[in-house]
């Protein structure tokens, strides 16, 4: 593919830590940074307490008096940040070339990775390095056995069939929770 930026200088690129045959770089630390800060942000600031009740209700925060469209932008611009810090992650640790095709399907893999890490920040680095090690375990397992890479997408989609399945399974069969002030009593069909 050609390029359509300059190469990354060798003086730019993220550093190795585990040798120069091994692709973990100091892209890993960085995104754990990143993953501690947004922990932070969300459990521990009086903005990640405004993020939170927007998120979970948008009518009642503004009625708390909270800026729904402020803390709309703000996620954006902070989703957007870490989108662009993980790009250039990947192009200063792996790819060391902007190409048309870096990167492809690592927006879809991060949702999958979000929901698999119930969007929590701490949850989300464990399923990315599930996924990671699916990825690149895959590759040395179709180099070493010659096993088709497809086996490493389904056993992604499957974790990812059993992640919405209690959901799916709600939905499809209308399973309905009776709610007491104790709590739940039983669960009832409706339909």
Do not use: C
């Not at 990640?48 to 611009?77: E, H, Y």
């Amino acid at each position: 593919q050609d390029p359509i930026a300059p190469p990354v200088k060798q003086n730019a690129q993220l550093p190795h830590l585990a040798g120069e045959s091994l692709r973990v770089n100091a892209g890993l630390l960085i995104a754990l940074a990143a993953a501690a800060g947004i922990w932070w942000l969300l459990n521990r600031s009086t903005w990640g307490f405004r993020f939170r009740a927007v998120g979970a209700n948008a009518a009642a925060a503004k009625t708390a008096g909270i800026s729904v469209p402020l803390v709309t932008t703000m996620v954006m611009v902070i989703a957007g940040a870490l989108a662009g810090l993980g790009g250039a992650v990947q192009i200063l640790g792996s790819e060391y070339a902007l190409t048309a095709g870096a990167g492809g399907s690592f927006g879809f893999d991060a949702i999958t990775v979000a929901l698999l890490g119930r969007a929590n920040p701490i949850g989300t680095v464990f399923a990315a390095l599930l996924f990671g090690g699916l990825r690149a375990g895959g590759l040395t397992m179709q180099a070493n056995t010659e096993t088709p890479i497809d086996l490493v997408l389904v056993i992604q989609a499957l974790v990812v069939l059993f992640i919405a399945a209690p959901a799916l399974i709600k939905g499809i069969f209308r399973i309905k929770e009776l709610q007491t002030g104790a709590g739940v009593v039983s669960k009832g069909w409706n339909g």
